[in-house]
């Protein structure tokens, strides 16, 4: 089982307790750097150093606390700021700079909310802006319709970006999803084609065995005997095979497949020569009883420990590989740890290797995991189903 890693400590807490913090920390440093600092901060006719600073750090913390969860509200929140804002004649700074922290939290609805969200996210500053200009020429306030437009346009930019933002996400998480299932498919027409090689091979062998048979039938009727065991032998486990290969129909495939003997677990000898070869040492443990696996579970763990060990050889940057077998009753876990610092492959842009091993997995309904481990590297682990064989 993969244990997941701690969170980083910043992300522990919600933002806005980190951004409490900063301003309880920056209005404690002025106490002892400038008189009177507390008086200053409730003058509200000042520099912006004084009240203005308090809304601002309100402000800010009633965003970072309400916007991941209540984006509108966090909007409402600088919104309010800034008509507040709006009294401090002296520092007319104040009022634009709560507008444009909306503005901040409009442009994050539409990058990642929905487009109900950020129309109405859009709306609430504009909204706002309308109700303020109405008001003053009802009122015979004097109003700047360029400081209204501008604020206006700023909003209606950071909406545009924002939403440019979520387009390209949803553009690229479509490219993605296109290519992951291109992906497995390629990769179930793999599955069929080995697949293909298996019974074009159990066969053989059972053509063979049959020719032999009808020959010496009357004269070594032991010999017909053998034939007729492997010819069964053969026949059950191909059909086994078949039962739980089913799903993986082959499609467009007109070529011929060689008849070789598809590869196994016996071949990880051979797999850790070629590792050692390109610089990595693959250490190869086996657990519980060696025995003959169907063929198809045999060749799915051989893939998916070969295609681990690769992704150590090309990813890891490490030099050192763990491999674990473990026959078990009705199962068979297969295990590939590596200690390497290296970029986790078959994530958004790494490849496909991780969707090939855990499709053959699920294709022979087993459990597939892979991440990085707690200390550094990074595991992958299967586990594949065994039927039990059923006699005669």
Known sequence: MIIEARRPLLRRLPAGVWVGAFWTALVVFRVFTRDEELRHLFIYQGNPEDMPLVVTAVVTTLVATLLARLPLAAIAVALAGGVY???????????????????AVVG??????SRRVSLTALGLPLATLAGLFLWGVVNDFPVNPFAYGGLAASALIAWLIGNTVHQGRAHTEALR???TEQAVTAERLRIARELHDMVAHSIGIIAIQAGMGSRVMDTQPAETRKAL??????????LAGLRRMLGALRAGEEESAPLEV???????DRLVEKSAGAGVRVAVTRGGEPRALPADVDLAAFRIVQEAVTNVVKHSGTRDCHVTVDYQPDELAVTVVDLGAGPATGGPGTGYGLVGM??????LHGEFSAGPRPGGGFRVAARLPIPVE???
């Open 85 to 103: 804002s709006l009294g401090m004649w002296q520092v007319p700074e104040a009022p634009v700079l709560q507008f444009l922290i909306a503005d």
């Open 108 to 113: 994050h609805c539409a990058a990642s909310r």
């Open 177 to 179: 999803g296109r290519a």
């Open 229 to 238: 065991d492997a010819i069964e032998t053969t026949s059950r486990e191909t």
């Open 262 to 268: 598809t590869p196994g677990l016996a071949e990880l």
């Open 358 to 363: 855990r499709e053959r997995a699920a294709l």
């Open 390 to 392: 059923v006699g005669p």
